[in-house]
């Protein structure tokens, strides 16, 4: 069970504030426009986390489903989007019995380590999207343009104070994942600080196996470079 995602789960607003999504959602919006510009439209998100992106994207759509594997994190996005549906399922093999017209997955796809992983979570996407629908996938990282990358934040609230460390790399160049080790350190009142460190194992996959992935999966793919330099994935199913 993770640590990041569990027994730290109700610092996410304070590791990740939630303003920090509005720009990369103003990106992601227009790549939706013909889904969102239906009547009534419907999004999906697989491993929605503490519902961040979700808070921007949710202006665009009459109804919005947010699923994760981890019920800590579904409760802190609860608390910010009580107006959206909140299920609890492993992207893998989800099955909610309906379809949407967006479903979208970001960081979130980087658990899915091995090709095997990848091709169930687009299986699960393809299930619910409808035809004509849409995919959004956004991951950290892809093979072809991979950096090791070193990041930090964290702030504090009401007596309450979290920094982190993110350290990104690839131990082994010649397999399909890389590692971030995430160090927090968190404080709370005058009690003496708690340290974590946890190791995050990542998918790594090569832009043309992503779109071979897509394809096998029932979608018509495309790869973009969004303005951060992640390739962002978009998969429309034949309707
Ligand atoms: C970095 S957080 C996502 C944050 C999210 N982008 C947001 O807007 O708040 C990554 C999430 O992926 C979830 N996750 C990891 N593996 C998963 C899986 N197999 N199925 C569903 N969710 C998964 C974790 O529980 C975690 O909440």
């Known amino acids: 069970m993770s640590t990041f995602y569990n027994t730290l789960a109700a610092w996410w607003p304070l590791i990740s504030p939630v303003e920090d999504y509005a720009e990369e959602v103003e990106f992601f919006l227009p790549l939706l426009a013909e889904a969102t510009a239906r009547p009534a439209p419907t999004l999906l998100e697989l491993g929605s986390g503490g519902g961040n992106n979700a808070f921007h994207l949710k202006r665009a759509f009459h109804h919005v489903t947010l699923t994760d594997l981890s019920d ?6 609860r608390q910010l989007n009580p107006d959206c549906d909140h299920h609890a399922g492993d992207m893998r093999s989800l099955r909610l019995g309906q379809t949407f017209d967006v479903v979208f997955i970001h960081d979130a ?29 956004v ?8 950096d090791p990358d070193t990041e930090h934040g964290g702030v504090d609230v009401e007596g309450r104070s979290i920094r982190y460390l993110e350290w990104t790399y690839d131990p082994d160049s010649s397999d399909s994942t890389c590692v971030t080790d995430y160090v927090f350190i968190v404080r709370e009142g005058d009690a003496p600080p708690a340290v974590y460190h946890e190791q995050h194992v990542f998918g790594l996959f090569t832009v043309d196996e ?13 790869s973009i470079l969004d303005p951060y330099d992640r390739y962002v994935f978009i998969g429309r199913k034949p309707g």
Request: glycine content about 6%.
């Open 72 to 77: 800590a994190m579904l409760e802190v996005s």
């Open 109 to 137: 796809i980087d658990y899915m380590t091995t090709l095997d992983d990848l091709r169930a979570a687009l299986t699960t996407a393809a299930v619910h999207c409808r035809p004509g629908g849409l995919l959004l996938i």
């Open 210 to 222: 992503w779109l071979a992935a897509l394809t096998e999966a029932g979608f018509q793919p495309e």
């Open 139 to 146: 991951p950290d990282h892809v093979r072809d343009n991979f």
